[in-house]
Structure formats: C-alpha cells, structure tokens
Nanobody, 123 residues
Framework: QVQLVESGGGLVQAGGSLRLSCAAS????????MAWFRQAPGKEREFVAA???????AYADSVKGRFTISRDNARNMVYLQMNSLKPEDTAVYYC?????????????????WGQGTQVTVSS
C-alpha cells in the first residue's frame, strides 16, 4: 500500500544541478529501505543510490562524489541531489522502497516504485 511520487526532473546543461524528490505514503516510512534507480532508452534499469532505515547510504560508482541521497522521515520524503551532471546521466529516474529486502542495489530488492521523472542533460 506504499505509493511513491517523484518530482524535480527537467532539462539542464552539463555541469548543472538538479534535486529530485520522492514523496511516500504510509505510516512505516522510517523503517523502509529507499533507493533511486534510473533507466535510459534501450538500457537496463540501473542502481543509482540507496539509503536504509539507519540512514546509511550506498552509491553507484558512476555517481559517487556527485550525487547525494538523503531522507526526511518526519515528512516521508527522500531526495537525490545531483551535481556536476553529465549527458550520460540522462534517464528516467525512479524512486523505490522496500521494508525488508537486503538486495539494496538490485531492482528485485524493491517492492514499491514511483512513476519516474525525466532528467535530461544537454552537452
């Protein structure tokens, strides 16, 4: 019964920044593992970042040092701050959640997904 809604995507030039937001429903948000994935046309869905209930984080090597995931449990929100954007970051970005899975870097580890938000980075 968890619903996730992403926002904040858009068109930016290379080197620019965007902040994505994910609003979650549910009373047990603080216990969820949360993640961002992305999918470009013709490619597999790719892990970007995760933040677990303890607020420990994990990042894909391709975004480490540029992206930051955070959460605000009081507001049922998860964020992805994206800096130094590159054209290869262009994709639909999805918010994902699961209350039990330990497979934090795999799409199969998450039961709930948002609809996605488009991020386009021009060269």
């Amino acid at each position: 019964q968890v619903q996730l809604v992403e926002s904040g995507g858009g068109l930016v030039q290379a080197g620019g920044s965007l902040r994505l937001s994910c609003a979650a429903s549910g009373r047990t948000f603080a216990s969820y593992n949360m993640a961002w994935f992305r999918q470009a046309p013709g490619k597999e869905r790719e892990f970007v970042a995760a933040i677990v209930w303890s607020s420990s984080t994990a990042y894909a090597d391709s975004v480490k040092g540029r992206f930051t995931i955070s959460r605000d449990n009081a507001r049922n929100m998860v964020y992805l701050q994206m800096n130094s954007l590159k054209p290869e970051d262009t994709a639909v970005y999805y918010c994902a959640a699961d209350e039990k899975a330990r497979l934090l870097r795999l799409p199969s580890g998450y039961a709930y997904w948002g609809q996605g938000t488009q991020v386009t980075v021009s060269s």
